[in-house]
């Protein structure tokens, strides 16, 4: 049966608890243990010409060795967690990897140092035709987040503390809303339940389910509150520490982009919050009530009559990334052929969709839950997208392959789109409908919710920074974003003033902002779609694409983006991947007009 289809992970290591992948693990160590040591004994300045150069070559390559080693170890350690979570061996797995992932962050802060007390003679090395050339961007940006760096001993010191500190009030975060409950209709319910019973078709189970997740938001909402005030509270002070002026700046630096990047993203945005609010306005319509609730923002407008098989959606989704790309549709089925998927839900493997890359053996592993419907079959070309991605940047050395998350999403967005494309060409216009209202829902998640999380998580920085904030005074601001995003598209007397709560990337500290560079992904693809709409069947833009996400790790966006004609600091290019939205906000239009 297709249910007992599972990913095939043999080829990394034999198991979780086995002696190859024990040994990996104290390999690693002792290569980390080594990388230090020699960056310890070295002196600036003691080494010049070809010394120099054969010793920063030698350097560079063993970190990324020890890069590759703890990539692949974390990766197939929490792919062996995600599928069966009380696996104790999996566990004992994940701690592991988590703790030789300390360990390198140590390694990390001696490269960077090495590279910053050096900085002259490396650069001298990535002049054109020199050794380095390739690494010209990445080891400026090293020398500037050096920079930004406290002394070696202090790093440390942080990155122990924040295992107990930060990670812990992420951790609690996390373990509240896996097990808090309320009861509902006579059962005890999760809020993750309640949650996923936003989606039910009966607006009274809709509007249930929200008061009693409230409900548990509210029960714990100290508690919420004090981790997040300790999460954003550590990040404030070491910001300041390492001499960033804001955190927005910091993750402007780390997603690769300028200030004028995000603004001219999240200003187009704002421009175009009436389509928005008109497709708000559509589905209400198409729900027959006057306006939305909260609770109504995932109602179903109709129930889908077509189901896929796993064998169906394997067929859809080879034919639509062959028909743009036909290395691209031989790389999807063979990762069906071999494997490399898991994609049935069962008990003890968690929820949600993920691609991970496994590094040493060059090869993805793509996690689903598919559930027979149409956001399965996107699901599924949404995350071999990624992998895709992983498999251009592939033969690059591990600095040259680390993209950032503004650039995470490019192969994804595109190649869901182009699979979306193809099930509405040949959907009735009932099932169009449903298609096209599920993108313009997501699309409004990504844009508009995303837009008021960042509203909300730069005035939490700036208030945070005058002192601790009460539940009341969180929940005041997440309703002010929220009003401000979504207008009069939403009911204002049914805001969710605990989403502060609900999202665990608000106590992730490792990055503040987490949310614009979902809106970037998704535009950004759109706006790449248009450039391939232009240049029309003469040109194939697939290989620009692909030249395009070869590169991703090795220049800032702005870089990646010009090479295939895209101007990422002009509104006017965000502005055609908002043109799309609207052209099919103008399809939804005339679809509910027809019912």
């Known amino acids: 049966m297709e249910e007992t289809i599972r990913w095939d992970l043999s080829n990394i290591y034999p198991s979780i608890d086995s002696k190859q992948y024990t040994a990996a693990l104290e390999n690693t160590a002792r290569d980390i243990e080594e990388f230090e040591k020699t960056l310890k004994g070295y002196k600036p300045g003691t080494l010049s010409g070809k010394e120099f150069e054969a010793f920063a070559v030698q350097v560079i390559r063993h970190y990324e060795a020890i890069i590759d080693s703890c990539t692949t170890a974390s990766a197939y350690a929490y792919a062996c967690l995600t599928v069966n979570t009380s696996d104790k061996k999996a566990v004992t797995g994940v701690n592991k990897a988590d703790e030789l992932s300390v360990k390198a962050e140590g390694a990390s802060v001696l490269f960077h140092k090495f590279i910053a007390d050096s900085k002259d003679a490396v650069l001298a090395l990535t002049a054109k035709g020199c050794v380095l050339e390739e690494y010209g961007f990445v080891l400026k940006e090293t020398i500037t987040e050096a920079a930004h760096m406290m002394s070696p001993e202090m790093e440390n010191l942080a990155s122990d503390l924040n295992r107990t500190g930060c990670d812990a009030f992420s951790r609690l975060q996390e373990s509240i809303s896996s097990v808090a409950s309320a009861e509902i209709g006579g059962e005890m319910k999760t809020v993750i339940q309640l949650r996923t019973m936003a989606t039910d078709p009966d607006r009274a189970v809709r509007k249930k389910a929200y008061d009693a997740e409230v409900s548990i938001w509210k029960e714990h909402e100290v508690a919420f509150a004090a981790a997040l005030n300790g999460v954003k509270g550590s990040c404030l002070t070491l910001e300041k520490r390492r001499l960033w002026n804001d955190p927005l700046e910091h993750a402007a630096f780390l997603s690769r982009v300028n200030m004028k990047v995000i603004d001219a993203l999240t200003g187009t945005i704002e421009k175009n919050f009436p389509t928005f609010r008109r497709y708000l306005h559509l589905k209400a319509k198409a729900l027959g009530i006057k306006q939305?609730?909260?609770?109504?923002?995932?109602?179903?407008?109709?129930?889908?009559?077509?189901?896929?098989t796993y064998e169906e959606a394997q067929k859809f989704i080879v034919e639509q990334y062959t028909a743009f790309n036909p290395k691209q549709g031989a790389f999807v089925q063979n990762a069906f052929d071999k494997h490399w998927i898991d994609p049935f839900p069962r008990a003890g493997k968690t929820g949600g969709a993920y691609d991970t890359y496994m590094p040493d053996v060059k090869e993805s592993r793509v996690f689903a839950?598919?559930?027979?419907?149409?956001?399965?079959v996107f699901?599924?070309?949404?995350?071999?997208?990624?992998?895709?991605?992983?498999?251009?940047v592939s033969t690059r050395p591990a600095l040259l392959r680390a993209y950032p998350m503004t650039l995470a999403e490019t192969a994804s967005i595109f190649g869901e789109f182009t699979v979306f494309k193809g099930a509405v060409a040949e959907a009735s216009d009932c099932e169009k409908a449903i298609l096209i209202e599920n993108y313009l829902s997501s699309a409004t998640q990504t844009c508009v919710d995303i837009l008021a999380r960042f509203y909300f998580e730069r005035n939490l920085f700036e208030e945070r920074a005058k002192g601790e904030l009460v539940p009341s005074e969180l929940c005041e601001m997440m309703v002010a974003a929220q009003k401000k995003a979504y207008g009069d598209g939403l009911d204002p007397d049914t805001i969710h003033p605990y989403m502060w709560a609900v999202k665990g990337h608000y106590y992730n500290a490792g990055y503040s902002f987490y949310n614009y560079p979902y809106a970037f992904g998704q535009l950004f693809g759109l706006g790449l779609f248009k450039e391939a709409q232009k240049n029309g069947s003469s040109h194939p833009f697939c290989e620009d694409l692909n030249r395009m996400l070869s590169i991703t790790g090795q220049y800032d966006a702005m870089t990646v983006a010009a090479t295939g004609g895209c101007d990422i600091q002009s509104p006017e290019f965000w502005q055609e991947g908002l043109d799309i939205i609207a052209d099919y906000t103008d399809q939804f239009e005339e679809l509910v007009a027809k019912k």
Request: glycine fraction near 8%.
């Open 292 to 308: 939305l609730a909260y609770w109504d923002l995932f109602a179903p407008i109709g129930e889908s009559a077509r189901k896929w």
């Open 379 to 392: 699901t599924l070309s949404h995350e071999l997208g990624h992998a895709w991605h992983d498999r251009i």
């Open 369 to 376: 839950n598919f559930n027979y419907d149409y956001d399965g």
